[in-house]
């Protein structure tokens, strides 16, 4: 199989065929056309055409956190490297995990359609600003709220198990 002519790195940064995708509108509209298959390959797939995209960890980069007031609710709001837009919430969840290479705690959340970004560095540190805790069988866990719903921060999770 030949190589993929399209690559996202970890820092959610484009490239095609070894040169980095610099404008910006133009990984906007890639990613509109970005799927993760079954086998967990990525395809910029349109009706006539499918492109295989390597990606080196997850499509997207968290860039951007706000706060949202919703029906009385507070709700953690999250926008990627390609303004995508999307509340935390039953269907959106973050979780932790473990990289190989290190003891590091990696923040993850799912995009939509199988699609995951990592938090970013400066996204994660305003996050664990809004770190409470909570007792679930028995045990005190830190974590976010973000509606009526809790993500715990403090241990690695899955990413299996959210999508």
Request: proline share 5%; aromatic share 12%.
């Amino acid at each position: 199989m030949d190589k993929a002519p399209f690559l996202i790195n970890e820092y959610g940064e484009w490239f095609y065929k070894g040169s980095k995708i610099t404008r910006k509108p133009m990984v906007k509209l890639f990613s509109s056309i970005l799927i993760r298959d079954i086998d967990n390959t990525f395809h910029l797939r349109t009706p006539v055409e499918d492109v295989v995209v390597e990606v080196t960890d997850v499509p997207y980069l968290i860039t951007k956190l706000d706060i949202v007031n919703k029906n009385n609710l507070t709700y953690i709001s999250f926008t990627t490297n390609v303004d995508f837009q999307f509340l935390i919430g039953k269907d959106n969840p973050i979780w932790m995990e473990k990289k190989e290479a290190s003891n590091d705690l990696i923040p993850y959340s799912l995009v939509m359609n199988g699609l995951i970004a990592k938090i970013s560095r400066p996204v994660y540190y305003e996050l664990a600003g809004f770190l409470n805790t909570k007792i679930i069988k028995g045990v005190t866990h830190s974590g976010i709220f973000s509606g009526k719903e809790f993500f715990i921060l403090d241990k690695p999770n899955l990413r299996n198990s959210f999508i």
